[in-house]
């Protein structure tokens, strides 16, 4: 079965960086689109970025992230990366990774990875 | 800046109907905007019940159904049960530039 499995909660300094991942299994990892969303308390979602499923790695970024977000991925172990730099306490949020099915259907979602910035 | 705008809040008795809207500041939805609809329970992960407008998942109840309403994308539940009690999430498309937006949520009650 698919599954997207993300990486534990990290507690984090403003200014600092964090890297958050995302292992797919129960599908080929190369034929899909991996989006980042996140929530911040109380809040609503907000989309961050894509990763494509194309050969070329093509990334796409929310107009407000750019700059400060970069997402990679690793096809030897189904991961992708989301790398958020520059942490300030409005990036306290649970950071979701969902997969993108043909149609633009987000079919499957990750647990949820709380990044919390406090000093 | 795009805008994408639910209800904050409805409220529906169990066995009701109750409809959901998601609209855009740039004009009407169309089936363009592959529009989703996320169920989301506190503490949990959003879970996929309506995409593309109004294809749903084996997983979607029966009950939930989506469609293009008034230059809006909506959510209907007909026959609501005590366990739609959720927030309920849309997200549209608006190509490669802009990519994604979602709206701020509506926290539907059933009481």
């Known amino acids: 079965q698919v599954q997207l499995v993300q990486s534990g909660a990290e507690i984090k300094k403003p200014g600092a960086s964090v890297k958050v991942s995302c292992k797919a299994s129960?599908?080929?990892?190369?034929?899909?689109?991996v989006h980042w969303v996140r929530q911040a308390p109380g809040q609503g979602l907000e989309w961050v970025g894509i990763?494509?499923?194309?050969?070329?790695?093509?990334?796409a970024y929310a107009q407000r992230f750019q700059g400060r977000v970069t997402v990679t991925r690793d096809t030897s172990t189904s991961t992708v990366y989301m790398e958020l730099s520059s942490l300030r306490a409005e990036d306290t949020a649970v950071y979701y990774c969902?997969?993108?099915?043909?149609?633009?259907?987000?079919?499957?979602w990750g647990q949820g990875t709380l990044v919390a910035v406090s000093s | 800046q795009t805008v994408v705008t639910q209800e904050p809040s409805l409220t529906v008795s169990p066995g009701g109907t109750v409809t959901l809207t998601c609209a855009s500041s740039t004009g009407a939805v169309t089936s363009g905007y592959f529009p989703n609809w996320f169920q989301q329970k506190p503490g949990q992960a959003p879970r996929t019940l309506i995409y593309g407008t109004t294809k749903k998942h084996s997983w979607t109840p029966a009950r939930f159904s989506g469609s293009l309403l008034g230059g809006k994308a909506a959510l209907t539940l007909s026959g609501v049960q005590p366990e739609d009690e959720a927030e309920y999430h849309c997200l549209l498309y608006y190509g490669r530039v802009l990519n994604w937006v979602s709206g701020g949520g509506t926290k539907l009650t059933v009481l």
């Open positions: 990763m494509e499923y194309t050969g070329d790695s093509y990334t």
């Open positions: 129960g599908y080929t990892f190369t034929s899909y689109n």
């Open positions: 969902a997969r993108e099915a043909p149609g633009g259907d987000f079919d499957y």
